[in-house]
């Protein structure tokens, strides 16, 4: 069974500040890999996904690299700001398949300072 | 484009009363799915559906119910509410095919006493 794990839980970081959210799995046979945000009291919003033959996906001030063999993937927040408080969540299908059977990571709970 | 639509956003209920969150996507979806959200225990899948009258099991599908009678539907069903349902339910929706991206409505919040 997979299993993803972020860290840090809570990251809490100046404005202005680039910074790194990690993410772990443990079965590298994966089809894609989403970043997901989610605001308090709200849904999720999907950010970036990547797919297994990519190495990284960018989206303005988002960057989120895959490393299949090490099971790992980031995001990159660069210049960051007090709108990109929020959790930040990663999530993989179980295995080589597609579809919507997503294995969520528990998050990691961004706060930027003004 | 009013993307995945949940109704209630909030309920509350006693033990052992049922009840029926709607889940609607006009994005012609065949995939959608059911989650529920707990502190510390992050997204669980719980009922999944590939198609108009296809679903199946997620990892926590005891005490609930799905059908899919249209690709734009996907209700769920508690049958007999417990206090272990209290939780935030997702319904999440994506193409057919392979992008896998996934779509969120806003989610509805249940507490059952």
């Known amino acids: 069974k997979q299993e993803v794990t972020q860290i840090p839980a809570a990251l809490s970081v100046p404005e202005g500040e680039n910074l790194v959210l990690n993410c772990s799995f443990t079965?590298?046979?994966?089809?894609?890999l989403q970043w997901f945000r989610q605001d308090p009291g709200k849904g999720l919003t999907s950010l970036l996904l990547?797919?297994?033959?990519?190495r990284e996906q960018t989206s303005g001030r988002l960057n989120a690299s895959l490393d299949k063999s090490s099971g790992r993937s980031t995001l990159y927040i660069a210049a960051s700001q007090p709108g990109d408080s929020a959790t930040y969540l990663c999530?993989?299908?179980?295995?080589?398949?597609?579809?919507?059977?997503?294995?969520f990571g528990e998050g990691t709970q961004l706060t930027v300072n003004p | 484009n009013a993307g995945v639509t949940q109704t209630p956003k909030f309920q509350v209920l006693k033990t052992g009363q049922s009840m029926t969150l709607q889940c609607a996507q006009d994005?012609?979806?065949?995939?959608m799915s059911w989650y529920r959200q707990d502190p510390g225990m992050g997204l669980r899948l719980i009922h999944y559906?590939?198609?108009?009258?296809?679903?199946d099991q997620g990892e926590v599908p005891n005490g609930y119910n799905v059908s899919r009678s249209t690709t734009e539907d996907f209700p769920l069903r508690l049958l007999s509410a417990a206090p272990s349902q209290t939780s935030v339910y997702f319904c999440?929706?994506?193409?057919?095919?392979?992008?896998?991206?996934?779509?969120f409505g806003e989610g509805s919040r249940l507490t059952v006493l």
């Open positions: 999530a993989l299908p179980p295995q080589e398949t597609s579809g919507s059977r997503l294995t």
């Open positions: 079965d590298s046979a994966i089809y894609n």
């Open positions: 990547i797919q297994s033959s990519q």
């Open positions: 994005m012609n979806h065949e995939y």
């Open positions: 559906s590939v198609g108009a009258g296809i679903t």
């Open positions: 999440a929706s994506a193409f057919t095919g392979n992008t896998g991206e996934l779509f």
